[in-house]
Every structure is written in structure tokens, then in C-alpha cells.
């Protein structure tokens, strides 16, 4: 089951958190299901849904919506606590725990993260409804969840050459990394003039001479030098323009809100792209991940399969 995730899940994988809430004295408490030799009652129900509930209690959904959806909220948490209950279970039966440093050095992480004091970690954490004791039991969990996982597929999982390159082939895009341009620009307010500093350059002039020489933007000085830009944030007119260009050309002139403009590639780069070696590690733990997911899904239910489970919600 997937929740919200917000900064308090900033720890060794995503799973879920507890949030406290206050269940009056009223209430009184049940089991509403059995897993195995373990139990899970209404009040650790209501604790995990109190959260989603209070968001779906002040939508603007009708109420046969929000009654629908309680119902549905209901069910996806007690199937998570199900969940939860099976692999504690087998943590234990495998003699899998977590230490006290291994929660602290979590934390730890999490605050130089977020770049807080342990005073503003815990003011963050109680702006989110949880103690630093429930943060710890949250992260107790998620590392106990993940070993658990390590021990149940790391020996099913195994990623091939031809895999990661095959992932590498298909996120080519994101590898290539984005086309950088340098430019400088040179613009005035005249038609004519424009046109006759075109001619200038086609005589071979150089363009950081006569943008000092001839334009108006507050860059003249500096010989035109316009900075380094991702042309698809320009207007279509100048983006088709310099999309043509290789470095050391420029454009026609061009006919813009500020004047008329003439712009020039000094460079283009290809920022944060990634060869596939330098891309290896990356894929190869990504795809680890996935695969060890599902087989870890496979294993969960494989569990179920063979654990006395009784709902009584």
C-alpha cells in the first residue's frame, strides 16, 4: 500500500509511517485481525487511518463518497498492518533485528539531510503528529522491512549485462543530458541599423566588437555575453532560430518585444550527461531494487498463503 510521502520518510526505503492520535477512553478496543500468533486491534487501526480520515472529513466530497472511501482507507491499512505483522514475524523467526546505532546513524542522516539542529528536527517532527519516540519505532521499522527483504531475495535477484544496457539504450534522453547554449546578443532599437550590423558580421567582424559597439543591452560591455540557457525556454521565433546554429554562428536579425536582436553561439555543452559506464552503477542498483520488490511481493503473498489469516473488521 502506498502512501503520502513527505519529508519524514527521507530513510533507508519508503514503506509507510504510524502517526499518533488520541483515542478517547470511550473507545473500545477489539481485534480485527489474527495473523498467525499475532493480533491486530481496532485501536492500532484507527491510530494508522486517523490521518487519511481527518483529510477525507474536511474534503468536499459528498458523503456517500467520503463514506466509500473511509471504507476503502480502512481496508488498505489493515491489509498494510497485515502485512506488517507477517514479516515482523519472520524477522524474528530469522533472528533479524535492528540496533540502536543503526536507528541513530538513520536519524542522523535524515537531520544533515535537511539541514536541522535536533531542536528543529524535533519541532518539524511534531509539526507532522509524531514524538521522537514514534519517529524512531518508524524507523526501526523501515530498516527491519528492508533487511528483511535483503534476506529474503538478494540470492533471487540477479541483474545481467543486457539488461542494463538494454535500461541504458531506453533512457537515452535522460543520459544525454540537456543542450546547453552559450550566447551573446547584440540589440538596438532600429530596423536599419540592425540589418547593417548583420552585413558587419558577414564581412567577418567580430561580434563581441560590435556588440560593444553598437547595442543597448546593459550586457554591451561585456562583448554581448548573454549567459547559458536551454533554448526551449525561449520565445518560438528565437528558439527556432538558434536551434539551427552550430557554434560560432548567429542569427538573422530578429524582431523582438525589447528591439531588434541578433543572437550568437559561442558554445554549446551537454550538461549532466552520462556515459554508460558512468551511468552503470546507477542502473544496475535501480534495476536491483525493482526486481527485488516484485520478488519480495511474490514472497509476501507465498506467506499468506501459508499463514492462518482472520479478518474481523
Known amino acids: 500500500m502506498k502512501k503520502k510521502t513527505n519529508w519524514v520518510a527521507f530513510s533507508l526505503i519508503m514503506i ?3 502517526f499518533c492520535w488520541s483515542v478517547s477512553a470511550e473507545v473500545i478496543d477489539r481485534i480485527v485481525a489474527i495473523v498467525d500468533d499475532d493480533i491486530v ?3 492500532q487501526l484507527n491510530k494508522e487511518a486517523a490521518p487519511y480520515l481527518k ?3 474536511s474534503s468536499e466530497y459528498s458523503d456517500e463518497k467520503k463514506k466509500q472511501m473511509v471504507q476503502d482507507i480502512h481496508q488498505k ?5 497485515v502485512d506488517r505483522s507477517l514479516t515482523q514475524q519472520e524477522a524474528k523467526k530469522y533472528h533479524i533485528s535492528v540496533s540502536d546505532t543503526e536507528i541513530n ?8 539531510v535537511k539541514s536541522l539542529s535536533q531542536e528543529e528536527f524535533e519541532i518539524a517532527l511534531e509539526q507532522e503528529g509524531l514524538t521522537l519516540k514514534e519517529y524512531r519505532e518508524n524507523i526501526e521499522k523501515q530498516i527491519l522491512q528492508a533487511k528483511l527483504i535483503n534476506h529474503a531475495v538478494k540470492s533471487k535477484v540477479i541483474i545481467t549485462e543486457a539488461e542494463i544496457k538494454k535500461q541504458y539504450e531506453a533512457d537515452a534522453d535522460k543520459y544525454a543530458g540537456k543542450k546547453k547554449h552559450h550566447l551573446r546578443n547584440i540589440l538596438v532599437d532600429n530596423e536599419d541599423l540592425s540589418q547593417e550590423i548583420k552585413k558587419k558580421l558577414d564581412e567577418n567582424n567580430k561580434f563581441s566588437t560590435l556588440a560593444n559597439q553598437y547595442s543597448i543591452a546593459a550586457n554591451a560591455s561585456d562583448g554581448g555575453y548573454f549567459g547559458v540557457f536551454d533554448i526551449h525556454t525561449f520565445s518560438d521565433s528565437i528558439k527556432e532560430s538558434i536551434s539551427k546554429l552550430k557554434k560560432g554562428e548567429y542569427t538573422n ?3 523582438t ?3 531588434f536582436q541578433i543572437f550568437y553561439v559561442e558554445d554549446i555543452v551537454l550538461e549532466a550527461s552520462k556515459t554508460y559506464e558512468q551511468a552503470y552503477d546507477e542502473i544496475q542498483e535501480s534495476l536491483y531494487r525493482e526486481q527485488a520488490q516484485k520478488k519480495f511481493e511474490t514472497w509476501l503473498e507465498s506467506l499468506k498463503k501459508k499463514a492462518h489469516i482472520e479478518i474481523m473488521l
Open 16 to 18: 509507510g509511517l504510524s
Open 41 to 43: 486491534t481496532l485501536v
Open 257 to 259: 518585444a525589447q528591439g
Open 77 to 81: 491499512i489493515l491489509n498494510a498492518l
Open 105 to 112: 546513524n538513520a536519524v542522523e542522516n535524515v537531520k544533515k
Open 253 to 255: 536579425v530578429i524582431s
Open 55 to 57: 483529510n477525507i472529513e
